[in-house]
């Protein structure tokens, strides 16, 4: 089945920009979504096919896909943007849903 | 306002079932996808199987032969049937909606909060 990479954390501080990874087989044929977890909460989606913002995110986030990456984009981190990050896909070869492991994102 | 509210969980003994719900409001279950989703303790999101509109179903390979998805319209209820089940699948369950333009509904945009199911001796 497909694999998902991301790292398990990435830091940044307050105000700078955030590159959260998710690595794939040639990612870049597929859409990936994206989605935050805070400790306790459910997840919520952020990023949906690639670069589309659901209602309610920030502007600040932001999203790529080319080759084998895919790239969630947070600019001006605030404090609040601390959580677990998840990139996912649908693989069509097993009418199957893919999530990468997670990224831990902690604002300095 | 879309509402998925899951029940169900508890400690179970390994080699034991339960079934999980998933009360929603707001949408139609039957009209829409649906996947129920994991989280181990301390771990990351699991995809565990989903039903389409179309009745048609899918199974995570961890769980394929012991879980089954199941629905009813009058209840507006999605359910989880798992059997034999193991230390492994402890965890989170929630159930998720499958949202997109296209008509393979390839995210997830509303979720519940989750059901826990540990199963321990």
């Known amino acids: 089945s497909y694999v998902l990479t991301q790292p398990p954390s990435v830091s940044v501080a307050p105000g700078k920009t955030a590159r959260i990874t998710c690595g794939g087989n040639?990612?870049?044929?597929?859409?990936v979504h994206w989605y935050q977890q805070k400790p306790g909460q459910a997840p919520v989606l952020v990023m949906y096919?690639?670069?589309d913002r659901p209602s309610g995110i920030p502007e600040r986030f932001s999203g790529s896909n080319s080759g084998n990456t895919a790239t969630l984009t947070i600019s001006r981190v605030e404090a609040g943007d601390e959580a677990d990050y998840y990139c996912?896909?649908?693989?069509?070869?097993?009418?199957?849903?893919?999530f990468g492991g997670g990224t831990k994102l902690t604002v300095l | 306002e879309v509402q998925l509210v899951e029940s169900g969980g508890g400690l179970i003994q390994p080699g034991g079932s339960l079934r999980l719900s998933c009360a929603a409001s707001?949408?139609?279950?039957?009209?829409?996808?649906m996947s129920w989703v994991r989280q181990a303790p301390g771990k990351g999101l699991e995809w565990v199987s989903i039903?389409?509109?179309?009745?048609?179903?899918y199974y995570a390979d961890s769980v394929k032969g012991r879980f089954t998805v199941s629905r009813d319209n009058s209840k507006n209820t999605l359910f989880l049937q798992m059997n034999s089940l193991r230390p492994e699948d402890t965890a989170v369950y929630y159930c998720?909606?499958?949202?997109?333009?296209?008509?393979?509904?390839?995210?997830?945009?509303?979720w519940g909060q989750g059901t826990l199911v540990t199963v321990s001796s």
């Open positions: 707001g949408l139609t279950v039957t009209s829409n996808y």
């Open positions: 039903v389409y509109s179309g009745g048609s179903t």
């Open positions: 040639n990612i870049g044929s597929k859409n």
């Open positions: 996912q896909v649908f693989d069509s070869s097993s009418d199957g849903r893919v």
């Open positions: 096919y690639d670069t």
């Open positions: 998720a909606r499958g949202g997109g333009p296209y008509g393979d509904y390839p995210y997830f945009d509303f």
